[in-house]
């Protein structure tokens, strides 16, 4: 069992940065990959980026291709975003979520724990 808790979101003008942090806990996760998802108001939820705790491959959305940054710190249990040049485009709520390692990166139903999410809200 995995325990999952976003936080660092708020509000920020359009092109500045901001940076998420997921805190886990609980059982032993260093097999699992993580990831970051975002769902806006009547849109589904959708990728973000996604991280191994082992390290390897990251994954990103093309849509934050350039602007994002997912990290981790293993020693912490903490799974990081920073987001540069922010745009309207990005208010959504935040989720971060650990699933096998082995699945698809960017399916949301691959994924077995889940935070309870930040919201991001960027003005223009």
Request: with cysteine; charged share 20%.
């Amino acid at each position: 069992q995995v325990q999952l808790v976003e936080s660092g979101g708020g509000l920020v003008q359009a092109g500045g940065p901001l940076r998420l942090s997921c805190l886990a806990s609980g059982r032993t996760f260093s097999r699992y990959a993580m990831g970051w998802f975002r769902q806006a108001p009547g849109k589904e939820r959708e990728f973000v980026a996604r991280i191994r705790w082992s390290g390897g491959i990251i994954y990103y959305a093309d849509s934050v291709k350039g602007r994002f940054t997912i990290s981790r710190d293993n020693a912490k249990n903490t799974l990081y975003l920073r987001m540069n040049s922010l745009k309207p485009e990005d208010t959504a709520v935040y989720y971060c979520a650990a699933g096998d390692a082995n699945s698809r990166y960017d399916d949301n139903t691959q994924y077995d724990y889940w935070g309870q999410g930040t919201q991001v809200t960027v003005s223009s």
